[in-house]
């Protein structure tokens, strides 16, 4: 008999790259909503947090998430929770990662073009009513002083409720990228147990970086960055699975459908109990085809 996974023969794994839409929608391990396009994707984001905050806030419980810069725009969710005067005493975010100065000492500086603290800064706290009771002190980013302290933090009290994940151009959540080819570490365990730490940023991902960021300013892009490591976020009580460019339409087969590798972080995440997967149109489509059209935004 031949052995199955994810409802697929075993003699088309490897066959993941030209799964149909339909076949994506049939076989995904996961849970998947596919929406028209980027700003739909925002909205039910910012749909799945409220609902999540309103859940917490009839039992006075605390509400801990995972955010990352770039799959997601917060406008919406900070116009949501405005309108809806939804609470947020009893919220904590947890940011996947954050740009590091040329020395890997200290984090950018706030004026940074590619700077996540400015981003937040002007897409989510600047929008929010401060009568809803958040501050910028439970906005919490990694850094090289306090990565230690982070991942205790999420780790005690075994993940946040809710972490939101897009994949790179390397196959990375966050800015785990594969190990290199000649790293004598580079096997999946050692990826699966990375937590919070400075890392060297991959040439594919300053590439990608540059082509969503800076407009092509390679020189631009830092080398180095504060992030959260495979641990932090596989200990995610709930995991939302975003894609939303036309190349995520073969990353997301790779990481969803290929083998759970170390030269795919993302792939990590099929061993996870709780995930949904969010994506545009765009990354539905069966990689290979011509592009419905591709977004200047996001990453």
């Known amino acids: 008999m031949v052995e199955e996974r994810h409802g ?3 003699d088309r794994i490897m066959k993941w790259y030209r799964l149909s839409r339909k076949q994506f929608e049939a076989h995904c391990p996961f849970s998947l909503q596919i929406v028209p396009d980027w700003e739909a994707l925002n909205r039910v984001a910012a749909e799945t947090v409220v609902d999540l905050l309103r859940r917490h806030n009839e039992t006075s419980a605390e509400t801990t998430l995972i955010l990352p810069v770039g799959p997601l725009r917060y406008e919406p ?8 005067r ?6 904590t975010v947890f940011m996947m990662d954050e740009f590091l100065d040329d020395p890997g000492e200290s984090l950018v500086a706030a004026d940074h073009p590619l700077s996540f603290r400015r981003f937040m800064q002007e897409t989510f706290l600047d929008r929010l009513d401060p009568a809803l009771g958040f501050s910028a002190a439970r906005l919490v980013f990694p850094a090289p002083d306090n990565a230690g302290e982070v991942s205790r933090r999420i780790l005690e009290r075994r993940g946040v409720d809710l972490c939101f994940a897009g994949i790179g151009i390397s196959g990375h959540v966050a800015f785990n990228d594969p190990p290199e080819p000649d790293d004598a570490k580079a096997d999946l365990d050692t ?13 594919e991902t300053r590439t990608q970086l540059a082509i969503g960021g800076t ?3 390679w020189s631009a892009v830092p080398t180095r960055a504060a992030t959260l490591g495979m ?5 995610s009580i709930r995991i939302c699975l975003l894609g939303m460019r036309s190349w995520h ?4 087969r790779r990481a969803l459908f290929g083998p759970v590798a170390s030269d795919c972080p993302a792939s990590l995440l099929q061993e996870h109990p709780n995930v949904d997967v969010l994506v545009t149109e765009l990354a539905a489509q069966e990689p290979g085809r011509k592009p419905l059209l591709d977004l200047g935004d996001g990453s």
């Open 86 to 91: 939804v609470s947020l005493d009893l919220l």
């Open 8 to 10: 697929l023969p075993r």
């Open 249 to 252: 339409a073969g990353m997301l």
């Open 191 to 203: 990826v699966r147990s990375s937590t919070a730490r400075a890392v060297m940023l991959s040439r």
């Open 215 to 217: 407009h092509g300013d």
């Open 231 to 235: 641990k932090e976020i596989l200990a």
């Open 77 to 84: 969710l900070a116009e949501l929770v405005n309108r809806e």
